[in-house]
């Protein structure tokens, strides 16, 4: 498994952009890189998910360069809302073990007014 | 669409104690996961079903940790006997299984306290 590292914690403000980076050096050529974000007492709860370049949804966008040993996820205006955990995942992309990943212990990301 | 089900969502246990717990996931879904969530950290991968087959449990304590998807469906999860260092939250997860997306869906998770 590719093994992923974050920064630990992050501050922001409201309506600033925010980007998390992930380092993920050892992935491999079928692994997708998913992000989940955390909100206390609850189950992680599913970003974006992407393979290669730019992917972009309604609540964020996920950087990916050509070599893909990083990949950044950018949040557009964040809001208090958004003060969670964030993890990135890298999981492997054959068959057999489909949807297999680890989690790291992901960037606490804290939204000040 | 009906999410991911657990139940409990908390136990107190004492040590030495059994514990199950229960999931339900979004049907349809061939993948199920149980992690383990320790305060402060990520959750850790404990056993991850295909249908009603084991892909991989190499975190599972097996000695005391044990985990059945029957007929593919619902999965419990039993801790016998519980130790201390076992209080966490247990999640489940569940995916459609198929190799491009790996989208997992949580349920709430149970929260075990062992005293």
């Known amino acids: 498994l590719a093994k992923t590292t974050q920064p630990i914690s992050m501050d922001s403000y409201e309506g600033q952009e925010v980007n998390i980076t992930c380092s993920h050096n050892?992935?491999?050529?079928?692994?997708?890189i998913t992000w989940y974000q955390q909100f206390p007492s609850q189950g992680p709860r599913f970003i974006i998910q992407?393979?290669?370049t730019k992917v972009t949804n309604e609540v964020a966008s996920l950087f990916i360069p050509a070599d893909r040993k990083s990949s950044t996820l950018s949040l557009p205006r964040v809001s208090l809302s958004d003060t969670a955990v964030y993890y990135c995942l890298v999981g492997e992309g054959d068959n057999t073990n489909a949807g297999k990943s680890t989690f790291g212990d992901g960037t606490t990301l804290t939204v000040k007014p | 669409e009906a999410g991911v089900a657990q139940s409990p969502r908390y136990k107190i246990i004492e040590k030495r104690q059994s514990v199950a717990f229960w999931c339900n996931p979004i049907s349809g879904h061939a993948t199920l996961y149980w992690y383990q969530q320790i305060l402060g950290q990520g959750p850790k991968l404990l056993i991850q079903?295909?249908?009603?087959?084991?892909?991989?449990d190499s975190q599972l304590p097996k000695d005391r940790f044990s985990a059945e998807r029957l007929k593919g469906v619902d999965s419990t999860l039993k801790i016998q006997p519980a130790k201390l260092e076992d209080s966490a939250v247990y999640l489940c997860?569940?995916?459609?299984?198929?190799?491009?997306?790996?989208?997992?869906?949580f349920g709430p998770g149970t929260r075990l306290t062992v005293t």
């Open positions: 050892n992935i491999a050529t079928n692994d997708y």
């Open positions: 079903f295909q249908n009603n087959g084991v892909v991989d």
């Open positions: 997860a569940s995916s459609p299984g198929l190799a491009e997306s790996y989208e997992q869906y």
């Open positions: 992407g393979y290669k």
